[in-house]
């Protein structure tokens, strides 16, 4: 059984619009076991439709459309498909009742343009669309179950999940693929690869690769079998992984760092406190995006100037003098403060060098100090990291939750992330 | 003339990777005059790779391929090719002098596997590829012209601009498209419009829409023609755009307002310190985004707490019970505390509740006050902003900076910006 996904649009072909819908129905495609032969995308322009309707569909059990479905003269998919089907396309009476009523509850009368859309190929059937008011098509052409979709996501995701999933579910082989990802920070790709180097070799049955997004390195596991073998085999081998990773790993699926450091601070009924120079307020701006934050954040400082350093968190000008504002002596002067004065569990400090100038020999751009005070006193860790300004920023911030999430599961910082 | 785009790789058929690629390609054809036919997408399949081919190369003038030109087995693209034309694969001397040096260059030795990457189809020529191993191939086959590209888009990107834009140029009909992108903050995309209706009507030359990301409504021309005639209709008609939308209109192309604004404050020599509540330090971090920021932001406070609202800003107690937090006087208070603390020229904040909790019928989630401070005094806007916490807390920080762009460009508020 094989799949091909053919997208119609103008904006498309002309890399205005991101085919994003065609790689998400890939994914869901490879979620049902389906594999994917090919995509397609096409602009808006009827014989070009029709020409690759019917070369396409020949070899495949599955065709997913989408887009071209609007009321207007340059959406030709109904069109397309009935004449690539050489069927005549007729007015779907049930359909065109549900475009009517989807205008009354708008409280507005249906535009004389919206009655194509009820239009099918003569031996098709119309899929209903709770949002919106474009019909889906269904359609047996040969071997090939033809659905088509309209292209706003968010309609052709409900279609999808509420009318295709359950035919091509039904169709299926029994054969399911699963999908974990576990979420790690504080080691590289290719070291962290080195780690589980064994697991991922290629074609094996569950698969295990890596991705880097934003300084996070996931590790996805791909299992294929019945819905209980591909369970059981995504079990085993996360349980592996845990195993080899260990607490660098700080989530599964799609929760993020800082939403995992907000609940264990709340958890702990514990406040936390930032003062950022190089981050200018970055870590500040990550812990509440997450909600609820207030519970946990007492709030914090963006000390970008040397002034702001003295005047608001009492560091010494000294100090400031003697080691510089990137030293080790000032980012544990900036997190104690923070603690002190917001009268928060943990102070979090950052300052470094962000770039792209401002570097030196003994102080390039990269070098970053992060201080922690906590009641056992405060800890500043160095930092190089690579990158430019704001990659150097965001890694800035993540490292210092990090350190935060150690401390708050009782782990040394140096048992978990390799220096 | 017409082109097609083929991308090769399971991990775009699968969904796991976005085809980016595809529509950078496309893009980038658009801005030569030569239309996309079609894009299409195929996994690391010799089979399929060799029929789409022969299929696909037939109709089109151009076609540009990108993906499977690493050095291992499911690399295939090289040998698709070949078979397709009917060929010999041969071993590209040039080629593989290049891989080698670029080895020598990393003081590794080349691994034997990389020596396929120097292999051709017999007629075809080697590109060279400056950023990585894979170079890529050049070929006539019958009408049309085969450039094929290595995956990876920085690779790819590099290989297109230095050695396939010249070739397509010169193959050109005269005929370009110059696009140029007015950026706006403060209206909706509607109602914005409705102001440039008559200018957006759909076959025209220029055409002109509409496009809306993280809040800023960019507006799009695009002028076909020679050179020339484009050139003067790009001119023309971003005259008439800025005389409809004024200052609105923040920049040109990809300029961000974050950037104008701290451009704006290096221009006046002034500083600016910031206040923030809801938005959690987001609008620092926007401005020290910026590269030089250093210059004209001093720095600011994440007040997420009331207690660090009174110590710090010195809000009173009092003003915070009769009024609440997300109160006029409130950030009227914060304004003025910012820039005195700071000892800048302006002070910003902003108070408000982000959501998805903490509204009331009084105070809703997207109500947001933000008040700017300087040497005439303090002023309070108030704004209820649409959507979810992200899009509130953004629009919040954005609001304020375009309250501080339009006092430093000497325009009122109120005569730019519609309420």
Aim: hydrophobic share 40%; proline share 5%.
């Amino acid at each position: 059984m094989q799949a091909d996904i053919l997208s119609i649009g103008d904006e498309l072909t002309s890399g205005q619009t991101i085919n994003r819908n065609a790689a998400w129905l890939g994914e869901q495609l490879q979620l049902l076991g389906i594999p994917v032969r090919r995509h397609l995308t096409v602009g808006d322009n009827l014989v070009e439709i029709v020409g690759t309707l019917q070369w396409t569909h020949n070899g495949c059990d599955v065709l997913l459309i989408s887009g071209g479905l609007g009321p207007t003269d340059d959406d030709l998919t109904r069109q397309a498909l009935a004449a690539a089907m050489h069927e005549d396309l007729v007015t779907d009476d049930g359909a065109l009742r549900e475009i009517e009523a989807f205008f009354a509850r708008l409280n507005r009368p249906m535009p004389a343009v919206n009655r194509v859309q009820a239009a099918r190929p003569a031996s098709a059937q119309c899929i209903s669309n709770p949002n919106g008011t474009a019909p889906g098509i269904a359609a047996r052409w040969g071997n090939c179950r033809v659905f088509a979709m309209p292209g706003v996501p968010r309609e052709m995701k409900g279609m999808f999940t509420q009318a295709v999933v359950p035919v091509l579910a039904a169709m299926g082989t029994g054969t399911v693929l699963r999908i974990r990802k576990l979420n790690t920070f504080g080691m590289g790709e290719s070291a962290l690869g080195d780690r589980i180097k064994d697991l991922m070799k290629r074609g094996s049955n569950p698969s295990v690769g890596t991705t880097v997004h934003d300084g996070v390195v996931s590790v996805r596991i791909y299992a294929r079998g019945s819905s209980d073998e591909a369970d059981a085999v995504i079990r085993s081998t996360s349980a592996e992984l845990v195993n080899r990773l260990g607490d660098l790993i700080f989530s599964t699926d799609d929760e993020p760092l800082e939403s995992v450091t907000v609940q264990l601070l709340r958890q702990a009924r514990q406040m936390v406190a930032t003062a950022e120079s190089c981050t200018g307020g970055w870590l500040a701006e990550l812990l509440t995006s997450v909600p609820g934050a207030s519970e946990c954040y007492s709030g914090g400082w963006v000390t970008y100037s040397n002034a702001l350093k003295a005047s608001e968190l009492g560091v010494d000008s000294q100090m400031l003098s003697a080691h510089g504002a990137v030293s080790a002596p000032v980012a544990a002067a900036m997190a104690s403060a923070a603690r002190q004065n917001a009268h928060a569990h943990w102070g979090l400090s950052i300052t470094g060098i962000a770039g792209p100038d401002g570097g030196s020999p003994e102080k390039p751009v990269g070098l970053v100090f992060i201080g922690i005070a906590g009641p056992d006193g405060v800890e500043v860790r160095r930092f190089q990291f690579p990158g430019a300004r704001a990659q150097i920023r965001l890694r800035a911030a993540q490292m210092a939750m990090t350190m935060l999430r150690l401390k708050l599961i009782g782990r040394k910082f140096e048992d978990v992330v390799p220096s």
